[in-house]
């Protein structure tokens, strides 16, 4: 067998300074996406040994519509529709599962999809793999989004447009303009995706979210995922009943995809009842993302984010995984970001903020940082 090529291309990433390794988890947390500090948290413990001992099984052992489909799937289904506010509610194995599964079910041949720029590499994956057409809108700009759907209709698009956003974006930390969004929608007569796999938990009346104010809407779906904020794994997708209907009968990564984890639907459930009942976490978070951003300020850094997801601009692969190893070697967990995961020349460090950390760690890693940069300089 000739692995020639295979050689050739992990060479030619490392000669870019974009060879990827697997590294474990070490020193304080800036890197995980574990934003309520919910993933060891005692009560999501206690309620999966409850659950074990109440005979709650680990694996379904089966799809949905055979034998997988167990009680604690439809407890938690009925549980997030109810706290959402939304018609009913899905449960697949994680959010990148779950955009694919929507994108390559949904929309239909002589449709049109509208995905900004910057969305989840899973909803370009499903987009490419589905059957309606794709366009691609500049970063936030609901002029741009309106734009190519007046054109396609001029063009003789008849079809239904889907429009897909991420309500706070993973790498560059920024919000969504939902309300311009949801309005469009409206006006073409259109469908809203939204994931909200990083403000679920962190953002909205008890964590519901930043599209709460529109759930229960016929032209709206949401990807709320599981394994972030809410510290298990999964990913629950809020839709009206006709469209949850056409998912089970007709969307091949639910049908013929093995349940999830009846444990992992128990620790999800137990995670939105900690968010009902301890919002002081999502203050706390607050709190912190505001003495972090205050304190770079102090620093004379313009910062470009307002949430807990802080990008640090450096440009070259290379000296932002250099300056990442150093934080590393500190006791930092902060880790580099190339392309293609953001677009060529912004390569970055991605600061993560949770309450994993408290602000003497903050102010530890700030300084940190401040040396290392220096010491890192072209």
């Known amino acids: ?34 934003y309520l500090a919910l993933a060891s948290a ?13 005979g709650t099984p680990i ?25 959402f506010k939304a018609d009913t509610a899905l449960f697949f194995g994680g959010g990148y599962a779950a955009n694919f599964a929507i994108l390559t079910t949904l929309p239909q041949r002589g449709d049109l999809l509208v995905l900004d720029f910057l969305v989840h590499a899973s909803i370009h994956e499903g987009a490419r793999a589905g059957r309606a057409e794709f366009r691609l809108s500049a970063h936030n700009d609901p002029q741009s989004v309106e734009n190519i759907i ?49 403000a679920t938990g962190v953002y909205g009346e008890q964590g519901r979210g930043l599209t709460a104010p529109y759930e229960g809407r016929e032209n709206l779906l949401v990807v709320h995922t599981c394994g972030k904020a809410l510290g298990a794994a999964g990913a629950l997708v809020t839709a009206p009943a006709v469209l949850r209907d056409f998912m089970v009968n007709r969307c091949r990564p639910f049908i013929f995809a093995t349940a999830p984890s009846p444990l992992m639907a128990l620790a ?11 919002p002081e976490r999502q203050q706390r978070l607050a709190n912190l993302v505001t003495f972090t951003h205050r304190q770079m300020r102090i ?24 300056i990442a190893s150093a934080l590393q070697a500190r006791g930092f967990d902060i880790r580099g970001i190339r392309p293609p995961t953001v677009p060529a020349g912004t390569a970055r460090l991605r600061i993560s903020l949770t309450l994993n950390v408290a602000e003497e760690d903050v102010l530890a890693m700030l300084d940190a940082l401040v040396e290392e940069t220096a010491s890192q300089a072209p």
């Open 1 to 34: 067998m000739n692995l020639h090529a295979y050689v050739t291309a992990l060479h030619d990433l490392k000669e870019d300074g974009r060879l990827r390794g697997l590294k474990p988890r070490s020193g304080a947390d800036f890197a995980s996406n574990d």
């Open 42 to 54: 005692p009560r999501m413990k206690k309620a999966l040994l409850a659950g074990l001992e109440a």
């Open 59 to 83: 694996g379904a052992g089966g799809s949905r519509l055979l034998r997988g489909n167990c009680e604690e799937h439809e407890h938690l289904e009925a549980e997030a529709a109810r706290f």
């Open 150 to 198: 007046r054109d396609w209709r001029a063009k003789g698009g008849m079809g239904r447009v889907w429009v897909v956003v991420e309500s706070l974006y993973s790498m560059d930390g920024d919000f969504a303009p939902l309300e311009n969004l949801v309005g469009i929608a409206d006006r073409y007569d259109a469908f809203l995706i939204v994931d909200e796999a990083h």
């Open 268 to 278: 999800v459930r137990e995670a939105l009842l900690i968010l009902q009942q301890e």
């Open 299 to 322: 620093r004379g850094w313009q910062n470009p984010s307002s949430s807990q997801i802080v990008p640090y601009i450096v440009g070259d692969n290379t000296r932002a995984m250099q």
